[in-house]
C-alpha cells in the first residue's frame, strides 16, 4: 500500500514509519507541521528510502493537504498528528483544539472527497485509520475495571477532550458519509526517540544530570504502559486487517504506579551507569500535582488481541531496559533537542530559541 500518514515526525509516528520502511514493502509519505515536537532526526536512518517522501504541512491547511491526496494518490491514512502533552493542554488548550479537533475534520473532509472520486474498487480497500488515546476514557480511579472499546468517554484534560472530540468526528464522518474509517486507542508509549519533555526520558536524562527526578504529588497514578515499537506492529496490523466502523484498544498488559516507574529507572540506571556521589533513587522530588489528574488508566487489549491476532512482545521490563539503554547510547540527539539545534538547523534560524518544554522542573 501508498500509506499517507500525517504526524510520522512525532515519538510515534516516527517509530511506525521505521517499522513500515524496515520491515514491510509499503510505501509512505510523511505529512508533518514540525512543531516542537517533530523531529526529522528521527527518520534519518530511512529517509534517503525510495518508499519514502516527506511533505512539510499542517493539516488544518485543507488547499495543501488536498494537493497531497491528488499527488499521492494514498491507499490509506494513518492520522496521527495531534497536540499530545497534557502539560502543555492545561497552559494554552487553543492549540490542542485547532489541531486535534479543526485539523482532523479538515484531514476527513480532504479524505472523503478523495475517496469519493477513486475507481470502485480503490474506494473500497480505501482506509482512515485514526490513532488516538486511552485518556478520553477518563479516570479509572481505584475500580479494578479496565477500559474496553465500549467505555464511555469521560476526558479530564483539554488534550483528553480536544482527542475525544476528533474520535467522535471520525466515526460521525464513518456513519453519516460511509468513510471507511478505523479508530485505534493507546495506552502510555515509551522507547526510543521519545520527546525528554515525558516521564521516562525525562527521568532518564535528569538523572543522568544529577538533577531532580520530579514526580507529580505522591505518584501514586497508575498507567499502563505500552513499548512504541509494540504499538507500530498494531497499526501495521490494524491498517491491514482491522474492519472499517471499529476501534481497537491498544495496551501493553503493564500498570505501573509513576513512582515505581521512576525507582524502576534508577535502579536500571545503578546497572547500567552507577552515579556517582547521590544515588539516583535519591533525586526523586515530589512536586505539587498536576490540576484534574487522572489516577488510572488501564487497557483491555484482548479485542485486538482475538480478533487481529496482536500482542505486546515487550513486557515493561525487557522495553525499559531497551530504553534506557537507548538514551545512554544516543547522547547526542538527545543534546540537539535539549538546547534546540535539531529545531533552529531546520528552520534555517541559527539565532533564534526553539520551544522549551511547558514543564521544566
Request: with cysteine; aromatic share 10%.
Given at each position: ?179 471507511p474509517v478505523l479508530i485505534t486507542n493507546c495506552s502510555n508509549n515509551y522507547g526510543p526517540y521519545h520527546f525528554p519533555e515525558k516521564l521516562i526520558p525525562l527521568m532518564i536524562l535528569n538523572a543522568l544530570e544529577g538533577k531532580p527526578l520530579p514526580v507529580y504529588g505522591g505518584g501514586q497514578q ?22 472499517p466502523g471499529e476501534t481497537y484498544n491498544i495496551g501493553g498488559h503493564n500498570e505501573w504506579k509513576n513512582l515505581d516507574v521512576v525507582e524502576a529507572i534508577c535502579a536500571l540506571m545503578e546497572t547500567l551507569i552507577p552515579s556517582r556521589g547521590t544515588a539516583y533513587r535519591d533525586l526523586i522530588t ?76
Amino acid at each position: 500500500m501508498k500509506l499517507l500518514i500525517t504526524g510520522g515526525a512525532g515519538f510515534i509516528g516516527s517509530a511506525l514509519i521505521r517499522h513500515l520502511i524496515h520491515e514491510t514493502e509499503h510505501s509512505v509519505i510523511n505529512i508533518d507541521k514540525l512543531t516542537y515536537a517533530g523531529n526529522l532526526e528521527s527518520l534519518r536512518d530511512i529517509d534517503h528510502s525510495p518508499r519514502y517522501a516527506f511533505e512539510q504541512i499542517d493539516i488544518c491547511e485543507a488547499e495543501a493537504i488536498s494537493q497531497a491526496f491528488a499527488g499521492y494518490r494514498p491507499d490509506a491514512v494513518m492520522h496521527l498528528a495531534a497536540e499530545s502533552h497534557v502539560d502543555r493542554s492545561i497552559d494554552g488548550p487553543a492549540a490542542f483544539i485547532h489541531t486535534n479537533m479543526v485539523g482532523t475534520y479538515t484531514l476527513l473532509e480532504a479524505a472523503r472527497h478523495y475517496w469519493m472520486g477513486l475507481a470502485p474498487a480503490a474506494a473500497q480497500a480505501f482506509r482512515f485509520h485514526h490513532i488516538s488515546t486511552d485518556e478520553v476514557y477518563g479516570d479509572l480511579e481505584d475500580s479494578g475495571r479496565l477500559f474496553t472499546e465500549s467505555t464511555p468517554y469521560a476526558p479530564s484534560s483539554p488534550y483528553s477532550a480536544s482527542k475525544a472530540g476528533s474520535d467522535h468526528l471520525v466515526r460521525a464522518w464513518h456513519r453519516t458519509y460511509g468513510l471507511p474509517v478505523l479508530i485505534t486507542n493507546c495506552s502510555n508509549n515509551y522507547g526510543p526517540y521519545h520527546f525528554p519533555e515525558k516521564l521516562i526520558p525525562l527521568m532518564i536524562l535528569n538523572a543522568l544530570e544529577g538533577k531532580p527526578l520530579p514526580v507529580y504529588g505522591g505518584g501514586q497514578q497508575i498507567r499502563d504502559w505500552l513499548y512504541v515499537e509494540d504499538h507500530a506492529r498494531a497499526l501495521h496490523r490494524v491498517i491491514e486487517s482491522g474492519v472499517p466502523g471499529e476501534t481497537y484498544n491498544i495496551g501493553g498488559h503493564n500498570e505501573w504506579k509513576n513512582l515505581d516507574v521512576v525507582e524502576a529507572i534508577c535502579a536500571l540506571m545503578e546497572t547500567l551507569i552507577p552515579s556517582r556521589g547521590t544515588a539516583y533513587r535519591d533525586l526523586i522530588t515530589h512536586v505539587g500535582d498536576r490540576p484534574g489528574h487522572d489516577l488510572r488508566y488501564a487497557i483491555d487489549a484482548s479485542k485486538i488481541g482475538r480478533e487481529l491476532g496482536w500482542t505486546p512482545q515487550e513486557t515493561f521490563e525487557s522495553g525499559l531496559r531497551k530504553t534506557v539503554q537507548w538514551y545512554l547510547d544516543n547522547p547526542e540527539w538527545c543534546r540537539r533537542v535539549q538546547d534546540g539545534s535539531y529545531q533552529r538547523e531546520r528552520l534555517g534560524t541559527a539565532g533564534q530559541t526553539a520551544e522549551q518544554p511547558a514543564w521544566q522542573p
